[in-house]
């Protein structure tokens, strides 16, 4: 210690300051503590200022003040310590240095897959239909369930963007009074694979090549393709990712799927095999695939934007849960399908979607690391009345989750985290671990024990234990690495698929094929996908051969007589207007009533106008701009009301049709004109009132289906009420031809 001591300020000298005295001040000024703030209103809002009722303490935010990890109030967050104001940092900062180890250890490993997600609390409200079925209290009429959603694609990272061509996960966490389910689907009822032990072949040929990490969240790449022509049972998956289901317009629009089959048992013990869909109220609507290119570098955000905005503005998602089901039979087998088989599907024509209860998704997360991140969901999460059956894939799966959370999420008590904390009481032995937060009693953690009085107890009978199902296995079964004959069947059902699309369909499905395959380097890998879609249609081989420049090869086998499942189309049908987002684009002069009736009436549909100026700031009457031109794009629109001429402003976008603008400085503005062509021929509809009608006439789209002029806002409303149950335009979309029946 040092021999001299600095003074106490406000003590004569040297001496040790008694306890029993004051805390001395400076200049006889008295301790002035810092207003607390107001904490009576909502506890935490999100960034628009919505109260997401989120409790502050919960939140380890329940001090007003800033203080360290151990609660120690703190005065000064912003400087280091250090040795003089111009001196070194000192190692004695303790607040620097837990400041900045956090912030350290502040990302955890991403998902191997599902990387980039978005969630959404809900609620499940049983239908009461399911009770002859199964014994499964969530289905039980009126009954109320909480839920979490998490939406992701597969093969991105994290920051990757949301409208890649890929596979959507769609998982489900229903907080049971008996547990928690988690029913962890996707948005397309087929799999890659059969076997869950090919998992990580298909995950590595699909993800970014190893040497440059190139390309990001992306199918088309030679590995990717390299698989799916040699591993053949992955061509029916494929084919739905080359469909439009791999672009989907959103979450809310998107169905989901069990994929595998359940086994549903019910009060008096009989079983039934059962598949499970999650139909969408909105309907099944994809983007174009130009779509998803431009929606990426405009908002690689869109599909979570959309469904966080969808929530807050009221506009919960909806969807029906459904289930087809089968007879729990010795085969497995239905109609000559194998249930078994997850690369395999039954077309609802022959089992129809029986519907159970409906989710609505009404609140968004508050914190997504705390929830969308750390929630960690396991397909062998099951409640009474739900078992499994033998589908090869699904098994290994009963395994893979626990395993993956042990490393994502840092040891084994992840499930004591509040957003996988199951809502039902837990007694579950378990003891330990890193990260343990519970503070168990007791002194007997084994069964049998006396120490504790025997607790916990095991459930009798009359309790609802969770059985597993007594499930008969082969009489002669021996240990064999392999699969049943019925497996072998890779191209039946992606014919069967290719055939229920109409034809503007199909013309998506082999463009897409087209540009994938052309993005490969080994021709050889694009000879043997040719030879992979002639087993599927010849039509769509030559179709795609014709793109590539290469000659149609053999088929892989001879295409299979198969009978289509209309259902499985996304058009033909309507579907309600409910938060559809109409682009209202107006010029420096805008009639008010006009405009004030248009944005009235879109609300009063149900639908999202979106005010599109000149520039920021009012417009006209109450009304103001949600976009200027500047920032506005065509792919956040399902419809365009052009209201009155929009002729260029002096600050039209450098380089967009500059010349054009140039040219003739009473035309359309260029930023305009790049919006309504787009939305044009992206198959959206587009209405003019009065004077809008020269910014068609002007880009030659009158008369063409689906663009209309009308008189006044009202009418645009009325309209487009008409036009968009359908989705889009679809005879807008050309077609070849060559894919008709
Ligand atoms: Fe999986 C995540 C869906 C087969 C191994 N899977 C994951 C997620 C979804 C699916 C939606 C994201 C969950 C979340 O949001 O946290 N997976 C499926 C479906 C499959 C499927 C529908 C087939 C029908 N998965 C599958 C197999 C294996 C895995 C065969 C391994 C043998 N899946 C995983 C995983 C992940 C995962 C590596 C990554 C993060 C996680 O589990 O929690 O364990």
Known sequence: MSAKQPPIPGTPGPQTPSLEEPTPQTAGEAPVAPAAPDQSGPATVSPTGQATGADQAAMAQGCPYLTTAHGVRLADSDHSLKAGRRGPTLLQDHHLREKISHFDHERIPERVVHARGAGAHGVFRGYGTAAKITQAGVFAKDKETPVFVRFSTVLGSRGSADLA???????????????????????????????????????????????????QAQSAHDTFWDFVSLHTEAQHHTIWNMSDRGIPRSYRTMEGFGVHTFRFIAPDGTTSLVKFHWKPVLGVHSVTWEEALVTNGEDPDFHRRDLADAIEAGAFPEWELGVQVFEDNEEQMFQGIDLLDPTKLVPEELAPVQP??????????????????????NPANLVPGIDVTNDPLLQGRLFSYLDTQLSRLGGPNWTQLPINRPHAPVNDMLRDGMHQTAVHRGVAPYRPNSLDGGMPFETPADGRPFIDHPQPIEASAEKVRGHAASFDDHFSQARLFFLSLSEVEREHVAQAYTFELAKCYEET???????????????????????????????????????????????????????????????????????????????????????????????????????????????????????????????????????????????????????????????????????????????????????????GGAAAVAQLKELMPAHRVWERFPTTGRLAD
């Open 165 to 215: 061509r890929d596979t959507r996960g769609f998982a489900t966490k229903f907080y049971t009074d008996e547990g928690t389910w988690d029913l962890v689907g996707n948005n397309i009822p087929v799999f890659f694979i059969q076997d869950a032990i090919k998992f990580p072949d298909v995950v590595h040929a699909a993800k970014p090549h190893p040497d440059r990490e190139i390309p």
């Open 525 to 711: 890998i694009r000879v043997r996908q040719l030879r992979a879609l002639a087993a599927i249609d010849a039509r769509l081989a030559k179709t795609v051969a014709d793109g590539l420049g290469l000659e149609v090869p053999e088929p892989a086998e001879a295409p299979a007589d198969v009978q289509p499942s209309p259902a499985l189309s996304q058009i033909g049908k309507t579907w309600p207007v409910d938060g559809r987002q109409v682009g209202l684009v107006v010029g420096p002069q805008v009639d008010e009533k006009e405009l004030g009736d248009a944005v009235q009436g879109f609300h009063d549909a149900g639908m999202v106008p979106l005010v599109i100026a000149p520039k920021g700031g009012p417009v006209a009457g109450e009304v103001v701009a949600q976009r200027a031109y500047l920032t506005a794009a065509s792919v956040e629109l399902d419809a365009v009301v052009v209201l009155g001429a929009t002729p260029p402003a002096p600050d039209a976008r450098h380089g967009l049709d500059a010349k054009a603008a140039a040219d003739d400085r009473d035309a359309v503005d260029p930023r305009v004109a790049k919006l309504v062509q787009e939305a044009w021929r992206h198959a959206k509809a587009v209405v003019a009132v009065g004077e809008g009608a020269t910014v068609l006439d002007e880009l030659g789209l009158t008369g063409t289906p689906g663009v209309l002029a009308v008189d």
């Open 356 to 377: 159970l209860g409906r989710m609505t998704l009404n609140a968004n997360p508050s914190n997504y690391f705390a929830e969308t991140e750390q929630v960690a969901f």
